[in-house]
């Protein structure tokens, strides 16, 4: 088996690690379970990597995965933290090549805000750009008022 690994550590090519392709697949189980090792060391790690030497009024931090990062936002940010659930139906999901496989889109980095997490905001992306646009623009204006 494959050591756990980040793309930094083993010369991994992040641009392809980015997309649905088999590659990232390939790996895809090893990173979960580095970013697991180090989520237990340090629950905090990946929260501290995203923000770091942001000096933005608002910031965006995507992908967030998981309860307990979400709960270190809302500890060290306090009410500023809004937070934004992307949504899509399985069948959008399967139309953007999206195939179920057990171990990993049933493990805690897939699902883990599926419970716990009160949303300040669900935007939905089924493939309507036009009603995708209104959602983000409610978003942006909300953000615009409290600045």
């Known amino acids: 088996p494959l050591m756990p690994l980040s793309p ?7 641009q392809r690690l ?11 189980q090893d990173m979960i379970r580095w970013g697991e090792e180090k989520r237990r060391a340090d629950p905090g790690f990946f929260c501290r990597a995203a923000v770091e ?7 965006v931090v995507s992908d967030t995965r998981r309860l307990s990062d979400v709960e270190w936002f809302r500890d ?6 809004q ?10 999901r399967k139309r953007r090549n999206w195939v179920f496989v057990s171990g990993v889109d049933d493990a805690e980095s897939e699902c883990g805000l599926d419970q716990g ?31």
């Open 8 to 14: 930094q550590e083993h010369g991994l090519d992040f």
């Open 18 to 28: 980015l997309d649905a392709s088999a590659y990232k697949e390939r790996f895809r």
């Open 53 to 59: 030497g942001a000096m933005q009024p608002v910031w």
């Open 76 to 81: 060290v940010y306090g009410d500023v933290v």
């Open 83 to 92: 937070t934004v659930r992307v949504v899509a139906t399985e069948e959008t």
């Open 117 to 147: 997490v009160a949303f300040d905001w669900v935007i939905t992306n089924d493939g309507d750009e036009l009603a995708l646009g209104e959602q983000l623009e409610t978003i942006l204006q909300s953000l615009h008022r409290s600045l």
